[in-house]
């Protein structure tokens, strides 16, 4: 069955560094998101992404923040001086259409020290 | 706005009995979705159930059930026969079509054996 994957899995960096999150959406999918998950805390929307823009993002998604789809598989989320409260799970998902469910990743834990 | 609220932080119950955890939601969107993510311990995302709001009949996978009042905007999770191994946090989740998720803080099921 086709999955969503991300990698690194967890990624440790010091404040100030530049991070990439990778993402390999379904390979059928035209929308995919980014989501951010602070320990104990709800999943919040972070970006969502479709016809190679961003179609929506949210306040958090500040200049520090950016996405890109290089090579037409892989879907990155840019992160250009991580700070402390960066420290999440990230979670890519991606859907059909706009109409199914959306299907996520495993996530990956970055921590920043 | 979209909201979702999960008014149970945790909730216990023991083994081979049933539980309901509680989701209401607000919006003003007649066609949307509405999902259950069971999140275990590794953090991964994991689809439980899913809800069309135009579908009148409650939607069920195995030992899992909704109820589904879309007059009330609620959309409460039963689990029958609880197992072990459906202890995680469960995170009720609401979608308009083309949209993002907007996720519901989160209960915390404890399944006692």
């Known amino acids: 069955e086709p999955e969503v994957t991300q990698t690194p899995s967890h990624q440790v960096t010091q404040m100030g560094q530049e991070v990439i999150l990778r993402c390999v959406p379904i390979s059928n999918h035209l929308y995919f998101y980014w989501y951010r998950q602070i320990l104990g805390q709800k999943v919040e929307f972070l970006v969502s992404?479709?016809?190679?823009?961003?179609?929506?993002k949210s306040e958090i998604f500040d200049d520090q923040f950016s996405v890109e789809r290089p090579d037409g598989s892989n879907f990155t989320l840019k992160i250009r001086s991580t700070k402390l409260e960066d420290s999440a799970m990230y979670f890519c998902a991606s859907r059909e259409t706009a109409y199914n469910e959306q299907f996520f990743g495993p996530g990956t834990r970055l921590t920043v020290l | 706005a979209q909201t979702v609220t999960q008014s149970q932080p945790e909730m216990s119950v023991q083994e081979a009995e049933t539980v309901t955890l509680s989701c209401t939601y607000d919006t003003s969107e007649s066609d949307y979705y509405l999902f259950w993510y069971k999140q275990p311990p590794s953090r991964q995302m994991i689809l439980v159930i899913r809800?069309?709001?135009?579908?009148?009949q409650n939607a069920t996978e195995n030992r899992f059930s909704v109820n589904f009042q879309k007059a009330a905007k609620s959309f409460s999770l039963k689990i029958s026969d609880s197992q072990l191994g459906d202890a995680a946090m469960y995170f009720c989740?609401?979608?308009?079509?083309?949209?993002?998720?907007?996720f519901g803080t989160g209960t915390s099921l404890t399944v006692i054996p």
């Open positions: 992404f479709y016809n190679n823009e961003i179609s929506e």
């Open positions: 809800q069309e709001a135009y579908k009148q």
């Open positions: 989740a609401y979608c308009p079509p083309g949209n993002q998720f907007y």
